[in-house]
């Protein structure tokens, strides 16, 4: 039984040592190592070709010939896996358990319901060093009650569940390639994330249980995709998020409970910063987005996106907030 271990990087010649060294030191069980270079402009390539060189059995390298984002590029990763169970390490994160790959394979091999396994994981401040370890619900084994089906994926999308790090994963490569051709999972151009995508997934074709030990690193940068200072970007990462949650609402025609809570979640960040910015075209995708998801927009929502396509509005709406803050 084979894991096939995906690291998709881009311009990550500072940490992607660490990253492999860590994946190479993984005991008792049979892995191969595909790693996706994303065009990378620093010395990434070079880096992972000296591994290459040293491991040319367990190591295949896919060298984007132009930048294709980090969308694409896990899907090119994800395409050359061959191993029954795959799993996944970006090329800034490490793993910090010799033995996770063989703890996780014995839990998932020997139960068929199972169809991805996590754990729990350190997060790593990049500019201090700091180091913490986020809490987690004690003797949890499922992160779902319902076992697999779209009740389970309403159950986790309810819930805003982010308890997962793409370092800390094993799942069955059968489950994604039934998702892809069943339509469930698609690489959208639209999303900037695909953490998300792969857990709804993962929890449609199955059950996805926990194993309470820390194996991995997860690192924090001070600028990246999902964590940045910048207002703009924050609003697309959130945008590109929507997205995928729009998409899995339509293809599994999810409830309107979890529609409602859902994109009410969302649309309480984005319609404000759309409003801030006067940004019409993002109003009015948020509103395609809620008629056909069938959601109701709330009145500050409509507010909201009235604000952004006219400065009186916005100024009379401006005060009301700010009035009620203050009460």
Known sequence: MRISVCVPTYNQERFIPRT???????????????????????????????????????????????????????????????????????????????LKLKKQLDIIANDKSISMVHTPWMDLNDHTGEMTHPSFKSGASFISEKSYGKESVEEIMRE???????????????????????????FSPKYTTMDIVLFYVMAYYGRIAFLPD????????????????????????SLGCLYIYE???????????????TLRRSFQTLYPYAMASKD?????????????????????????HWSSNSETIRIITTIIFKSLRKL
């Open 160 to 186: 805003d569940y982010r308890g997962i790090r793409f370092s800390s994963i094993v799942f069955r490569k059968e489950c994604l390639t039934r998702a892809i051709e069943e339509g469930i999972l698609k």
């Open 247 to 261: 998409d899995f609402i339509r293809r599994l025609c999810l409830s309107q409970n979890t529609v409602n809570i």
């Open 20 to 98: 492999l060294d860590s994946i190479l030191c993984q005991k008792n069980c049979d892995y191969n190592i595909i790693i996706a270079n994303d065009c990378s402009t620093d010395s990434t390539a070079e880096v992972i070709e000296r591994y290459k060189q040293r491991f040319p059995h367990i190591i295949t390298v896919i060298n984007q010939p132009e930048n294709k984002g980090l969308i694409q590029n896990l899907k090119s990763c994800l395409a050359a896996a061959d191993g029954e169970y795959i799993a996944i390490c970006e090329g800034d994160d490490y793993w910090c358990d010799d």
């Open 280 to 304: 019409k075209v993002l109003a009015q995708e948020l509103k395609r987005i809620a008629k056909n998801c069938k959601y109701k927009r709330r009145f500050g929502q409509r507010l909201c």
């Open 214 to 237: 820390y194996t991995t690193v997860y690192r924090i940068q001070s600028e990246s995709v999902s964590f940045t200072s910048d207002a703009a970007k924050r609003a697309k990462y």
